[in-house]
């Protein structure tokens, strides 16, 4: 198994790793969360300026979330095509390990915000909001506010289609990597623009979405194209 998991997995295992490590670095060992944020603060308006902008709001927010749903249906559809015809089951089990490692990373990464103490820097006290900003690893302060917001669920729209890389190879895999991490980084800009999450959120996606998948791959297997 060792050996099958250096071959192929090997960059999952440093998208988890290095994107953990800047996460920590970036909410716990720096200042630099909350430096990001208040680039985009207007402290004369007491809130996010692009929080509700249509560009950031609807357009790249909304319309990257709905890209990715879409996507992911017209995947199902084909998987019950290939189904349905009874052909080539080394590409419908590829399909199948898409659409299932991409929908448990997508669900993993909203159970852990579901649980998070963590609040989104709008509701902070430091962004105009109440609650009192805490780091990674810290005692929960009282005044938390609502919480839910670690890791980005927005992001993991984008992350969850590192679950093609165990279906690829080569340039392919190197290829979608790319496109992938690029997708993620957008969305995340997106929330950080806009005051929804913090860079730490973003990060910590990406590294769900990569140990979820790395895991789906371990014990599935799929066959590369």
């Known amino acids: 198994m060792s050996r099958w998991l250096r071959a192929r997995d090997a960059d999952l295992l440093v998208v988890a790793f290095v994107c953990a490590v800047l996460a920590v670095w970036s909410n716990r060992w720096s200042g630099a969360d909350l430096w990001f944020s208040a680039r985009f603060f207007d402290a004369a308006a007491g809130g996010f300026a692009l929080r509700r ?13 709905w890209l990715s749903v879409a996507a992911w249906l017209a995947l199902l559809a084909a998987g019950f095509a290939l189904r349905l015809r009874a052909r080539e089951p080394g590409r419908f089990a590829r399909v199948a390990f898409v ?41 929960v302060p009282t005044h938390s506010g609502p919480g839910k917001c670690l890791p980005s669920g927005h992001a993991a729209s984008a992350f969850m289609w590192l679950a093609v890389l165990p279906v690829l190879r080569g340039a392919a895999r190197r290829r979608a990597l790319f496109a992938v991490l690029t997708l993620g980084a957008l969305a995340g800009v997106v929330q950080i623009v806009r005051g929804a999450h913090f860079p730490s959120h973003i990060l910590l996606a990406a590294a769900a979405c990569a140990i979820v998948v790395l895991g789906a791959a371990i014990v599935a297997r799929p066959p590369a194209s």
Request: glycine fraction near 8%.
């Open 53 to 65: 902008d249509w560009l950031w709001s609807v357009l790249l927010h909304d319309g990257v979330k």
């Open 99 to 139: 659409l299932g490692a991409s929908l448990a990373a997508v669900v993993a990464v909203n159970l852990l915000r579901m649980q998070s103490a963590h609040s989104c820097p709008w509701y902070l006290a430091d962004f105009g909001g109440q609650a009192q900003f805490f780091r990674l690893f810290d005692e």
